[in-house]
């Protein structure tokens, strides 16, 4: 979705990172695959993917697992002088980057992937970066799970209307106050009712007699 390359620019334009990326997490091979990404103009994340590729075991020592198996934030404030990060010095140093941090993401308290930011400065990842990154992975897992709920009632509504258009029964939903809030085209031909022009202000003018007796 836009919605994660709009935060990763945030991060990046507003924040004054490197790079900041979203990757998400396969829960039964354990691999991950980049969903977006901003700010890498030297092509880090194209030739880090690369490498993984070509050696998937380099994946178990990079920040972005760590953070998925400790279900914690992961912060390398010295990047080019660990050895986890040994196999991409040559890449980081192109890149200009100097230290790095991971954040898992959540959806319904299952890790859905990791919020990882780079930064062109060594011990960038202060105190109060740390926990500013770590609200905003806190409003992405919200943002995800409200996400994939949308989606939901999105397709539960369009299935809803679809069945009551198939079958050949009077279906009407009232709302809390008792007044007509759906009908389908059967229950309009039970009742003799019109086909409006105007559809909210139709349903408001009918009244629960009128569904009860059929006048």
């Known amino acids: 979705p836009e919605l994660f390359l709009d935060i990763c620019k945030i991060i990046v334009d507003e924040g004054g990172f490197k790079l900041a990326l979203l990757a998400q997490l396969d829960p039964h091979n354990k691999t991950l695959s980049l ?8 092509g880090f994340c194209h030739q880090m993917l690369k490498r993984r590729m070509a050696n ?16 914690d934030a992961v912060i390398f404030n010295q990047f080019l002088s660990m050895q986890e990060t040994a ?38 990842f ?8 770590q609200e ?5 897992s919200f943002a995800i799970e409200n996400i994939d709920r949308d989606q939901q009632l999105i397709a539960s509504e369009r299935l809803f209307h679809n069945l009551t258009s198939f079958v050949q029964v009077g279906i009407f939903r009232l709302d809390a106050s008792l007044r007509l809030h759906y009908i389908n085209e059967y229950g309009q031909n039970i009742l003799n009712l019109p086909t409006p022009d105007s559809y909210p202000l139709w349903l408001s003018s009918i009244e629960l007699r009128h569904i009860v007796t059929g006048k």
């Open 87 to 124: 196999a991409y010095h040559d890449l980081a140093i192109t890149a200009g980057i100097q230290s790095a941090a991971y954040y898992p993401i959540y959806q319904y308290n299952k890790i859905f992937g990791v919020l990882a930011v780079y930064a062109s400065e060594t011990h960038f």
């Open 56 to 71: 998937p075991h380099l994946l178990d020592s990079t920040g972005i697992m760590k953070a998925v198996e400790q279900s």
């Open 126 to 133: 202060d105190e109060a970066t740390d926990e500013t990154l």
């Open 35 to 42: 969903l977006c990404n901003y700010g890498d103009d030297a």
């Open 136 to 140: 905003m992975a806190g409003d992405i």
